[in-house]
């Protein structure tokens, strides 16, 4: 499956569930996720899409990696059965 159709799938689960999932372009500052999730009560996660079996280049994961040690959420999702269980995960923090 293409990232688009991923990407597509992921902003509705997030609105059904209450949420908005906004496109993240950031360009004075390459390799940072694709989409910021804000769901009720406060829960917040990043996630990284990338069409199945295709994983993050080099400086995608150090600004994961970045932003992990600050404490956020960040998500690489590559098929869309991994879209509930995040959502799931970020509703749980």
């Known amino acids: 499956m293409r990232e688009s159709e ?11 569930d209450g949420g908005i999932c906004l ?5 004075s500052f390459n390799g940072m996720p694709d989409r910021l ?8 996660g990043m996630v990284e899409l990338k069409a199945n079996g295709k994983k993050p280049r080099a400086l ?6 970045m932003l992990k040690r600050l404490g956020f959420k960040v998500y690489v999702i590559d098929d869309v059965e991994q ?8 509703q749980a923090t």
């Open 6 to 16: 991923i990407e597509r799938i992921l902003v509705k689960k997030v609105k059904i």
């Open 83 to 90: 879209i509930g269980g995040m959502i799931d995960e970020i």
């Open 37 to 44: 999730i804000f769901l009720p009560n406060g829960h917040f």
């Open 60 to 65: 995608q994961l150090a600004r994961h990696k």
């Open 23 to 27: 496109k993240w372009v950031c360009p």
